[in-house]
């Protein structure tokens, strides 16, 4: 099965797809560009100027639309310490195990960093980063403090594995229990446009009722298993290391997205979270789709293709 029929209407259908992933969510391009930028290669580079079009005018779309579209509408950007959640927890609980292991050097970069460092150990929440994450300073030197974080994380790297794992672990540890399905349940007024009038459609009652029984699928035995990222993400890795070795790694490409939205998922505030891993836990079914047809149709590796 090769790819002789990527031209006419399905390039200008994946470009439109990866864009709409792409304004779904802030980090949607880093779900979209790697996949579209590994397509170049496959074929050994046959459909590369197609592929490579296609990755150009996703990532110039986006780029307009985050830098003149949203600044033009007065809506505000994504706030840089959205990305520093894993750093900053990692900060704190190195804080927390070795608070006399510390310079005045450091002491003082991580004073111009936090608003109140000597108070970041006991605010630190493992499976949670807003606490600590919201105590920086609106202006700080990120270079410095990149500096700082890296020389302890040298020094205790166990510490910084620790925060790791106990602000990541409902992502990727299969528990049968899934993680909280709990989805934005009221509108964000930081965010929300000036020129936008926003109203509820529904009551308060019925937002909260349908919040509740979202909330208690994942505690319903075997229902909760269509829930749940880790068991969704082994499920892809699967997959994807039985069809690279059957096949090439051409066919593994739907999947990589979700590899990247885990990586996403360990960089975000909160653990565990489906707001966050929702595309991958709701992808991997149409992708078990994928993988039943790539077994019945898909050529293996030395097959030639039809």
Not at 88 to 100: D, F, G, I, S
Not at 280 to 286: K, N
């Amino acid at each position: 099965m090769g790819l002789e029929k990527s031209g006419g209407g399905k390039i200008p259908g994946l470009i439109i797809s990866g864009l709409l992933v792409c304004f779904w969510r802030n980090d949607g391009i880093y779900m979209v560009a790697p996949p579209l930028f590994c397509l170049i290669f496959v074929e050994k580079g046959r459909f590369w100027k197609r592929f490579l079009l296609s990755l150009a005018i996703v990532v110039s779309v986006y780029v307009g639309f985050i830098k003149v579209a949203l600044p033009s509408m007065n809506i505000a950007p994504t706030e840089r310490i959205e990305t520093l959640s894993l750093p900053v927890q990692q900060t704190a609980r190195y804080l927390k195990a070795y608070p006399n292991d510390v310079t005045n050097h450091e002491k003082h970069i991580l004073a111009t960093t936090f608003k109140n460092p000597e108070k970041l150990r006991e605010i630190y929440v493992p499976n949670n980063a807003d606490p600590v994450k919201f105590s920086l300073r609106k202006k700080f030197n990120l270079r410095k403090y990149a500096k700082v974080w890296l020389d302890m994380g040298l020094r205790h790297p166990g510490v910084y594995l620790s925060a790791t794992f106990a602000g990541t672990n409902g992502y990727y540890v299969p528990w049968i229990l899934a993680p909280d399905f709990t989805w934005c349940g009221a509108m964000a007024d930081y965010a929300k446009p000036t020129f936008l009038h926003m109203h509820y459609v529904t009551s308060a009652k019925v937002r909260n009722r349908f919040i509740q029984i979202i909330g208690s699928a994942g505690t319903v035995p075997f229902i909760n298993i269509f829930f749940s990222t880790s068991i969704a993400i082994w499920l892809c890795l699967l997959m994807a290391l039985l069809m690279w070795t059957k096949y090439g790694f051409r066919f593994i490409v739907p999947i990589i997205p979700i590899f990247m939205n885990l990586l996403i998922c360990i960089a975000s505030p909160v653990n565990g979270l489906v707001r966050y891993s929702g595309c991958t836990v709701f992808a991997t079914f149409m992708l078990i789709i994928y993988y039943l047809y790539i077994l019945k149709f898909g050529k293996k590796k030395g097959e030639p293709n039809d």
